[in-house]
């Protein structure tokens, strides 16, 4: 069974509308995030340049990609 992504395209649109964002609640959410990360000794990174080569290779794969290509 395929997805009908028109169907799921108008259901985001009309949650995105009846929710709109809450900016200052997103702000605490990321605040909390941060400091549970540095709680857990996570954060800041040891190396903050590791795995760059990955996020790089990624993102050069990510960009040959022709989206209009994708499956509807």
Do not use: C, K, S
């Not at 549970?36 to 590791?50: K, S």
């Not at 790089?56 to 290509?69: E, K």
Request: net charge negative; hydrophobic share 45%.
């Amino acid at each position: 069974m395929r997805p009908d992504f028109a169907r799921l395209a108008d259901l985001n649109d009309a949650l995105a509308r009846r929710d709109p964002p809450d900016h200052a609640r997103n702000l605490r959410i990321v605040e909390a995030l941060r400091q549970e990360a540095v709680a857990l000794g996570v954060w800041p990174p040891d190396d903050p340049l590791a795995g760059l080569d990955v996020d790089l290779r990624l993102a050069r794969v990510l960009n040959r990609l022709d989206v209009r290509d994708a499956p509807r």
